[in-house]
Each structure stands twice: as structure tokens, then as C-alpha cells.
């Protein structure tokens, strides 16, 4: 037995399936609705507080009764026992009876599955028609349910509250029959129908608290065997990370294309910037920066050599952009950088003495 559970318990591993769920993976599945839930925990929370109901709602339920009953009574000799009167007057009482014990049932099975969602969940996918499942495979159905943990467990549930319902039943009725037994030979009815009114409220009340106990063990067990059922493969983990990243050769098309963007914007990218940085004769690199976008380092807004880098340096003049001739700089930044980077690190004293004569220049014009 103990092999079987392990074999079930480690099924993803036998699979291949050895990482752990990633994020990506687990929003995806809470948004097709499928999340770790016991069923225990919200029909336990839900029985406590229908009990609950009755037990404050229950002297207000049984004079309604009391109420509807007279009022058939008086009237069932009456020769319009047809009439649309009564069938309206039993579902008003009907109703006025069941709605707030239905409310409350409702809410509680609500908030029972908001708790473990953890949050408002809606998705039709559960309910979707799934043609694959119309002929079930009984030879799996009956692995899982008798040669499986999961098997295993559900049915130790069901002893288990079988067994917590015989013992807490027995036990209060065993404390509380001699009492009632007496009530009845002295005739007394209305104290023995309370006794027993109240003995099936203790019933109730003991055992609901004691299902949902018992419904926070089988929480986690359900979380760990979905969490296990979310692993992932080597493979899928790869395919994900492609999917979040993007492929290599669709971004490196995508980075060509915005970098050929920037180039044809590049007349009002040299106006806009902060200074153009060349080689006289092969290299120019112009840069801005903007807090907002860059934070701490510039970025390179147009960059060129030869003819293009001439064409920058005459844009830069006709737009008051300072021309500042650092060779080594120069070279550097357009042999190590594309339109649209940040400035590396390695460049950054060089940049800052750069910005540093723009600053100077700037206060000698004025």
C-alpha cells in the first residue's frame, strides 16, 4: 500500500514532469478555473451555518407552520378548496420559510470558495462540454478511486466522518435518553419534542465543527496534489520561457525593425538631443537624457558613419546642438551600443565629463 501511494504521489516525477509550477502556469489554470480547492472545507462551512440558521431562525420557522397549518385546517372543508388563494398562500409561506436558510447557505458557500480562491473566480471553462469525456474510462476511474492517494484518502474521509457522526450522535443521545424517556411516560410532549429539538441541534452543531476540522487537513491535501499535477516539464519550462521572452530570431527581427525606426526618425532624434559625440572624419553618436525614461544614464537617440555621420553633425549645428569631438568616445559607444540604449557602465566617466564642457558651453553663450 505504502509503494502506491508513492507512486501516485510522485506521478509527475514518473512523467518527466520534475519543475515546479511557474506563475504563468498557475494564472493560467485559475483563469480556466482550476485552483486548489477542497470541497469539504465549503460544504462543512456551509452546513455549520444553515445549523446555525435554524437553531436562531427556529422558534420564527415553526410558527409559520403553525400559521399555514391553521389556516388549510379552517379551510379544507370549504367548497372553493380550488381556489388560486391557497396555491398562492402555500408558496408565500414556502418561501418566507426557505429564502433566509437558502440565503445563508448561498453566502456561506460563497465565501467558502472566496477564502480558498482568494478571491472572486469566474469562468465557464468547468462547464464547458468536453465530447472526450462522454464515454469515461472506467479503467482509470477505478485506479483512482480505490489504487490511488487520492483514492485512499477520500475514502478514510468518509470513514472518518461516518465515524465522527456515530460517535457524537451516540454519545448525546446516550447522556440525554433517560431524560427524555421520562418526559414522555409523564406525558409531557411539548418538553420532550424541545428535548429532542435540542438534542439534534447538538448533533448538528458538533458535527459540522467537527467536518470543518477536519476539512483544513484535506485543504492542503488537495493544494499539494494540484500543485503536483501543475509541474512542468523541462521542455515546458523552455517553451514558456520562449513564450514570455519571445524567440531569439523573432526579437532579434523585432529589435532590427525598431532599430531601422529610430534611424528613419533620426532628423528630429539629433535635434532633440543633448549633444553629438564624434570622430571627425567616421563616427557620430548623439545622446539624450530624459530622468523619466533613463533614470541615471543617457541614451543613444541616433548613431551613424561616414555620409550618415556627417548628415548628424549638420542636423546637430542647425538645431543649436553641441558637436563635441572625443575620438576614443566616439568609436566606442557606436561600435558597443544600438539606437535606443542605455549607456553602458564602462562609458559613464567619459559621458559625464562630456555633459560637463555642455554645461560650460552653455553658460558661456549665455
Request: proline residues 5%; contains cysteine.
Amino acid at each position: 500500500m505504502i509503494s502506491e501511494i508513492d507512486l501516485q504521489w510522485f506521478a509527475a516525477e514518473d512523467e518527466g514532469r520534475t519543475e515546479e509550477p511557474s506563475e504563468i502556469k498557475l494564472e493560467r489554470a485559475r483563469k480556466e478555473g482550476r485552483v486548489a480547492k477542497s470541497q469539504e472545507f465549503t460544504g462543512a462551512l456551509v452546513l455549520l451555518m444553515v445549523v446555525l440558521t435554524l437553531i436562531v431562525l427556529g422558534p420564527w420557522i415553526l410558527e409559520q407552520i403553525k400559521q399555514v397549518t391553521i389556516y388549510y385546517f379552517t379551510r379544507c372543508t370549504e367548497n372553493q378548496i380550488d381556489n388560486p388563494a391557497f396555491a398562492v398562500t402555500f408558496f408565500y409561506f414556502f418561501l418566507k420559510i426557505v429564502l433566509p436558510v437558502a440565503l445563508i447557505g448561498s453566502i456561506a458557500g460563497i465565501a467558502g470558495n472566496l477564502i480558498q480562491n482568494r478571491g472572486f473566480l469566474f469562468s465557464t471553462k468547468p462547464i464547458q462540454p468536453q465530447f472526450s469525456k462522454i464515454v469515461p474510462n472506467f479503467a482509470e476511474y477505478f485506479r483512482k478511486t480505490f489504487f490511488s492517494f487520492e483514492g485512499g484518502f477520500n475514502i478514510a474521509k468518509s470513514i472518518g466522518k461516518i465515524a465522527v457522526i456515530s460517535s457524537v450522535a451516540w454519545m448525546l443521545i446516550r447522556n440525554d435518553l433517560p431524560s427524555l424517556l421520562m418526559m414522555l411516560q409523564a406525558g409531557n410532549i411539548d418538553a420532550s419534542v424541545d428535548r429532542i429539538a435540542f438534542m439534534a441541534a447538538q448533533i448538528l452543531v458538533t458535527t459540522s465543527v467537527l467536518f470543518l476540522v477536519i476539512s483544513i487537513p484535506d485543504y492542503f491535501v488537495q493544494r499539494r496534489q494540484f500543485l503536483e499535477s501543475m509541474k512542468m516539464s523541462k521542455q515546458e519550462v523552455k517553451q514558456e520561457y520562449k513564450e514570455m521572452e519571445g524567440d531569439p530570431e523573432v526579437k532579434s527581427h523585432l529589435e532590427q525593425a525598431q532599430r531601422q525606426l529610430l534611424q528613419r526618425n533620426m532628423p528630429r532624434a539629433v535635434a532633440e538631443s543633448d549633444v553629438v559625440i564624434t570622430n571627425p572624419t567616421h563616427f557620430a553618436v548623439a545622446l539624450k537624457y530624459d530622468p523619466e525614461v533613463t533614470e541615471q544614464s543617457p541614451q543613444v537617440t541616433a548613431k551613424g558613419a561616414d555620409e550618415i555621420a556627417f548628415a548628424i553633425k549638420r542636423i546637430a549645428r542647425e538645431n543649436d546642438v553641441p558637436v563635441i569631438e572625443n575620438r576614443p568616445l566616439a568609436r566606442g559607444l557606436y561600435t558597443d551600443t544600438q539606437v535606443g540604449d542605455i549607456i553602458p557602465n564602462i562609458y559613464m566617466r567619459a559621458i559625464v565629463l562630456v555633459y560637463t564642457e555642455i554645461d560650460y558651453y552653455s553658460k558661456i553663450k549665455k
